[in-house]
């Protein structure tokens, strides 16, 4: 079946723009995760959402991220007034349940250029 | 909190060279143990992985035990291909939904 995908692939923007990226998780799963990851660093957690629970924003790095969920299902995560600092790879996730031994599957990645 | 260390890379290998990465981790109570890999230009995607002490997981040639007493979660292949070049991951879930990832291990495979 289809795997979790996202769009843009790619995405070039001007300090100060907002930005959305979005992931289409698995079809069935209940679990979505938001990362970013920098360069020559590891993933960094952003945000969780499972089933219709509140999401868990503790990762999200300032109040200009924010993302939802609608639907259980797509995910959009809303970058305002982007900093270059932004600028990396934003990775999503997803998995069928929530679980210590769940395997997440990922998508390829948004990557994030702010000039 | 959980964290894990893994080695930092590059690591440069001759096809059919023996591989190993090592990764450990602190974390409390008994965690579940991830390798992920990342094909250029990819996602990551899960290579193996092990639920409790003394699991080993294995794929693609690709073995990794949990070892509780080390602390450590190895990830070895007897003989590297060129296809294996990609950046290593290791990871852990510790009970609730959050996995800590390492910052990965770039390995390159020369023919």
């Known amino acids: 079946g289809a795997g979790v995908s996202q769009s843009p692939s790619n995405k070039v923007t001007e300090k100060g723009k907002d930005v959305e990226l979005r992931c289409d998780p698995i079809?069935?799963?209940?679990?979505l995760y938001w990362y970013r990851q920098s360069l020559g660093q590891g993933l960094e957690f952003l945000i969780y959402?499972?089933?219709?629970?509140?999401?868990?924003k503790s990762g999200l790095p300032s109040d200009r991220f924010s993302a939802e969920r609608t639907g259980g299902s797509v995910s959009t995560l809303t970058i305002q007034r982007t900093q270059q600092e932004d600028s990396a790879v934003y990775l999503c996730?997803?998995?069928?349940?929530?679980?210590?031994?769940?395997?997440?599957?990922f998508g390829p990645g948004t990557r994030l250029l702010v000039l | 909190g959980n964290s894990v260390t893994q080695m930092e890379g590059p690591v440069t290998l001759s096809e059919e060279a023996f591989l190993t990465i090592n990764c450990t981790y602190t974390?409390?109570?008994?965690?579940?143990l991830f390798w992920y890999v990342q094909y250029p230009g990819e996602g990551l995607q899960l290579l193996l992985k092990?639920?409790?002490?003394?699991d080993k997981g294995s794929n693609k040639g690709f073995e990794a035990t949990y070892r509780k007493e080390t602390t450590s979660f190895h990830l070895e292949k007897g003989s590297v291909q060129v296809s294996d070049s990609a950046v290593y991951f290791c990871?852990?879930?510790?009970?609730?939904?959050?996995?800590?990832f390492g910052t990965g291990t770039r390995l390159k495979v020369l023919a």
């Open positions: 996730a997803s998995s069928e349940y929530q679980g210590k031994g769940e395997t997440q599957y």
């Open positions: 079809s069935g799963h209940t679990a």
């Open positions: 959402f499972q089933g219709n629970s509140a999401p868990d």
């Open positions: 974390a409390t109570g008994y965690p579940s």
């Open positions: 092990a639920t409790k002490a003394d």
């Open positions: 990871a852990l879930s510790g009970g609730t939904y959050k996995y800590i």
